[in-house]
T-cell receptor
Framework: DAKTTQPPSMDCAEGRAANLPCNHSTISGNEYVYWYRQIHSQGPQYIIHGLKNNETNEMASLIITEDRKSSTLILPHATLRDTAVYYCIVRVARETSGSRLTFGEGTQLTVNP | KAGVTQTPRYLIKTRGQQVTLSCSPISGHRSVSWYQQTPGQGLQFLFE???????NKGNFPGRFSGRQFSNSRSEMNVSTLELGDSALYLC????????????FGSGTRLTVV
């Protein structure tokens, strides 16, 4: 699975958009980008995933660059409850990969009032 | 529907003992995977079970083992506990095996003294 690079920490004002970058310059053509987050003392929570097209769901938007070497997770209107560690994960989605997820160090997002 | 249930929530054991942790996945989910989270190593994949078969294994010593029952409930066992096994043990369940949509439990906090 490709390695990812994320900034260790970011701050965001409540109500503003939070844009979390992730670099995955060695990504392969069949690897997806996944985002999970972990709020303190809880298990990680799936947010969104994508292959090459931009994706949006009720939680967030995922913007993947055309060359797929980087992506940005966007929380459109951050709230205090969005304070968490955000993990960007790249892996192949095939049956033999199973559910294995390789977590890096992630980005600690702090939403300030 | 009910989430992923992990029991017990907290556990204190002595070095050399063994421990068994339990995970009940979301109804209908056949994939159960286990992770260890420590401050120093972060979130690390232990193993995954799918339909009672271990499909994937992380880089952990043989003291760490697991199994899955026909109802998809899973247990992990750690024998001959060491101080370094103190960690948050997380279980995740999924109905697919493509890396997305996995639901994590709140974990079992194991302290080895």
């Amino acid at each position: 699975d490709a390695k990812t690079t994320q900034p260790p920490s970011m701050d965001c004002a409540e109500g503003r958009a939070a844009n979390l970058p992730c670099n995955h310059s060695t990504i392969s053509g069949n690897e997806y980008v996944y985002w999970y987050r972990q709020i303190h003392s809880q298990g990680p929570q799936y947010i969104i995933h994508g292959l090459k097209n931009n994706e949006t769901n009720e939680m967030a938007s995922l913007i993947i660059t055309e060359d797929r070497k980087s992506s940005t997770l966007i929380l459109p209107h951050a709230t205090l409850r969005d304070t968490a560690v955000y993990y960007c994960i790249v892996r192949v989605a095939r049956e033999t990969s199973g559910s294995r997820l390789t977590f890096g160090e992630g980005t600690q997002l702090t939403v300030n009032p | 529907k009910a989430g992923v249930t992990q029991t017990p929530r907290y556990l204190i054991k002595t070095r050399g003992q063994q421990v068994t942790l339990s995970c009940s996945p979301i109804s209908g989910h056949r994939s159960v995977s286990w992770y260890q989270q420590t401050p120093g190593q972060g979130l690390q994949f232990l193993f995954e079970y799918f339909s009672e078969t271990q499909r994937n294994k992380g880089n952990f010593p043989g003291r760490f083992s697991g199994r899955q029952f026909s109802n998809s409930r899973s247990e992990m066992n750690v024998s001959t506990l060491e101080l370094g096994d103190s960690a948050l043990y997380l279980c995740a369940s999924g109905e697919t095996d493509r890396g997305y949509g996995y639901t994590f439990g709140s974990g079992t906090r194991l302290t080895v003294v």
